[in-house]
């Protein structure tokens, strides 16, 4: 079984700051997918940025860009130039990859991180 | 990109009724979709999957009796939650993969449950 775990039930940063949100997991499989997530207060799930475990480089996506760290087991997400709009509720998610490489689709979800942007 | 759609909302009922959320994916054929649920300010918890044409797989603590899932056909997914009572008041939210996409699930905007 897989375990996700997010450190920092809340955190805080100005407008235009930088700020890294925490993950780290736990998984004997070799090949697996790693998703950030925001829920705004809407609550729509919105996908940030995804990683697939096979691939070294770290996948970036405008501001957001994480630290993929395979043996450690870590998973974290920088958010640069923060706005007012990234204040959300953000979660960290594992899916196993099938034999064909693909994803399975289902996630096993982090605690979550309220993240705050200050004006 | 991909659309989810779940109906309704948000949905009131009256302990000891049923209630039915509906998943469509609407530009794509959903082989797998998922239910979650969720508490206010917590992590969503997966309930079930659902395959296309057979019946649901359910984690391990979920009701399958009190949590119907079918999944008819490619596009629809339903969950009814039946004889309700308060503390199933909660957040659900379906997310649907299609078979040949290799990347993520697409989720659906939630359904926001309360039994009074």
């Known amino acids: 079984a897989q375990t996700v775990t997010q450190s920092q039930p809340e955190m805080s940063v100005q407008e235009a700051e930088t700020v890294t949100l925490s993950c780290t997991y736990d998984?004997?499989?070799?090949?697996?997918?790693l998703f950030w997530y925001k829920q705004p207060p809407s609550r729509q799930m919105i996908l940030v940025i995804r990683?697939?475990?096979?691939?070294?480089q770290n996948a970036t996506e405008n501001r957001f860009s994480v630290n993929f760290q395979k043996a450690a087991k870590s998973f974290s997400l920088k958010i640069s130039d923060s706005q007012l709009g990234d204040t959300a509720m953000y979660f960290c998610?594992?899916?196993?990859?099938?034999?064909?490489?693909?994803?399975?689709?289902?996630?096993?979800f982090g605690q979550g991180t309220i993240l705050t942007v200050h004006p | 990109g991909a659309v989810v759609s779940q109906h309704p909302s948000w949905v009131i009922c009256k302990s000891g009724t049923s209630v039915k959320i509906e998943c469509r994916s609407l530009?794509?054929?959903?082989?797998?979709m998922f239910w979650y649920r969720q508490f206010p300010k917590q992590s969503l918890m997966l309930m079930a999957t659902s395959n296309e044409g057979s019946k649901a797989t359910y984690e391990q603590g979920v009701e399958k009796d009190k949590f119907l899932i079918n999944h008819a056909s490619l596009t629809l997914s339903t969950l009814t939650v039946t004889s309700a009572h308060p503390e199933d008041s909660s957040f659900y939210i379906c997310s649907a993969r299609e078979g040949m996409r290799n990347t993520e699930a697409f989720f659906g905007q939630g359904t926001r449950l309360t039994v009074v």
């Open positions: 990683q697939e475990a096979y691939k070294q």
């Open positions: 530009d794509f054929q959903a082989t797998t």
């Open positions: 998610a594992f899916s196993r990859a099938n034999a064909g490489g693909t994803s399975y689709g289902k996630l096993t």
């Open positions: 998984t004997s499989e070799n090949n697996y997918y």
